[in-house]
């Protein structure tokens, strides 16, 4: 069972930056993709981006790609959500989830919540105009 728990959320600014964490316990960190996702208020979740077990590929959202940077560090069993260029439409709960390596994180089933195992109960981004 893996545990995951989301930080780093807060207030800004229209055009600023926060970087999210996400830190991962209970399980080998090394054999999880992962993702991250954020749901707005009476929206449905939706897919922000994803980095593969070894960090070597990431895929974004087109909404945030040129924004937002997905990094993670194996030895601190933690991923990062790095975040540019804020605009008020970014303000969301964000996710981050763990699926079990094995599909290629250039598959279309990685964007979707449901092939996700494990999540995080959420950090807020709230972005001012």
């Known amino acids: 069972q893996v545990q995951l728990v989301e930080s780093g959320g807060g207030m800004v600014q229209f055009g600023g930056s926060l970087r999210l964490s996400c830190v991962a316990s209970g399980g080998t960190f090394e054999n999880y993709d992962m993702g991250w996702f954020r749901q707005a208020p009476e929206k449905e979740r939706e897919f922000v981006g994803v980095?593969?077990?070894?960090?070597?590929?990431?895929v974004y959202a087109d909404s945030v790609k040129g924004r937002f940077t997905i990094s993670r560090d194996n030895a601190k069993n933690t991923v990062y959500l790095q975040m540019n260029s804020l605009k008020p439409e970014d303000t969301a709960v964000y996710y981050c989830?763990?699926?079990?390596?094995?599909?290629?994180?250039?598959?279309?089933?990685?964007?979707?919540?449901?092939?996700?195992?494990?999540w995080g109960q959420g950090t807020q981004v709230t972005v001012s105009s």
């Open positions: 989830a763990a699926d079990r390596r094995g599909t290629s994180v250039y598959r279309r089933s990685k964007y979707y919540a449901t092939a996700y195992e494990y």
């Open positions: 980095i593969s077990w070894g960090g070597g590929s990431t």
